[in-house]
Each structure stands twice: as C-alpha cells, then as structure tokens.
C-alpha cells in the first residue's frame, strides 16, 4: 500500500502496486502518483511525499517516482530495499473469458485485500473521461478505491492484469478493469 501525500495540504490517497525487482522498482497507475490539474491531466507533482507500506511490513519507505506515463495510466516508483520477493508474469494474451481471477490491493485503505471473481472480457474498449481508450481486461473480482494499481492474478498467482478502474453509477455493480500486463512490456 502506499500513499501520495501532498506537503502543502492535508489531503491524501492511497494505492497499490506491484513489486517487479528485488531491488525496490514497483509498477503501479500513474493515477495514483500523479495529480490531476484543471487542465484534465495528470501531472507529477513536486509537493508530494510518496510512501509505500509493503505487505507484513508496518514501515513506511520513501518512494522515488522513476517514470511515469499518462496515456497508459503506468509508473514506475523505487523504494531503497533490497531482498524483496517480485512478481511472478502471466502471458495476459492466452487468458480467456471465465477464467478465474484475483483482485489484489487496498482498497479503502484495507492493506492487502484479495477479491476473487471470473475474467468477464478480454479486450474490452473502456473510453475513460477525456475520450483516451483503452483495451482492458474486464472482471467481475471487486476493484474500488485503493485497488487501483495493484495485481489482477490468476489460479496460479501470476500477474495478468494491473487494476486501474471501475465503472460505477446506478444499476451497475461487478465491472472491474485491468491494465493487461503483457501491454505493460515488463
């Protein structure tokens, strides 16, 4: 889990990530490290405090933003820890529909939850606020607050996805969308 926390202000958000290198590099939603602006697009800010709080681990760590990447909604931060156990890759191009899947994160703030459900699309054109699109994994696994950023993985544990949004509103419940890993290029 980590948060962005403005210096200037009291305001926060949290997130979550997944841990690519033993060596601290972390992929995450540049949503969750950037801020908007009034202009409708993210930018990073240079009054933000980034901290990740790692999995049975209660320290906080100052994190670096390395890259980030509005058009695919992707970062990359950095923690200063070695000896961390990384992600294992799916091939997100072989999943198909019905398949099992997991939804990992923290969402309102509740470190380390999993959701389980199905994937419900593969492919999926989203058209986000400002008309980008984006072809995703849907899934019916709960992804809300605090998820976005985190791993959709399969029955082996293996990252196929990075959860990054939900369709909300009356009468719509159990859209969850993913980032594919493999447009990811890790």
Do not use: W
Request: hydrophobic share 35%; charged share 20%.
């Amino acid at each position: 889990m980590f948060g962005n926390r403005g210096q200037t202000s009291t305001a926060s958000a949290s997130g979550s990530g997944i841990i690519i290198s033993e060596d601290g590099y972390i992929l995450t939603n540049n949503h969750i490290v950037s801020t908007s602006s009034s202009e409708s697009y993210y930018e990073v800010s240079e009054a933000t405090k980034l901290t990740v709080t790692l999995f049975n681990d209660d320290t906080e760590y100052e994190a670096k933003i390395i890259g980030t990447d509005e058009q695919t909604d992707l970062a990359v931060i950095k923690i200063e820890k070695t000896g961390l156990s990384k992600a294992e890759f799916a091939d997100s191009d072989n999943i198909k529909v019905g398949e099992f899947a997991m939804a990992v994160g923290n969402p309102l703030g509740m470190q380390s939850s999993i959701t389980c459900g199905v994937i419900s699309a593969v492919n999926r054109e989203v058209t986000d606020t400002e008309g980008k699109k984006y072809n995703l994994i849907q899934t019916d696994a709960a992804i809300n607050s605090g998820n976005s950023g985190g791993a959709l993985v399969n029955s082996e544990g293996k990252v196929i996805g990075i959860n990054t949004l939900k369709l909300s509103g009356t009468g719509i419940e159990g859209m969850g969308f993913a980032i594919p890993i493999n447009s990811t290029m890790i």
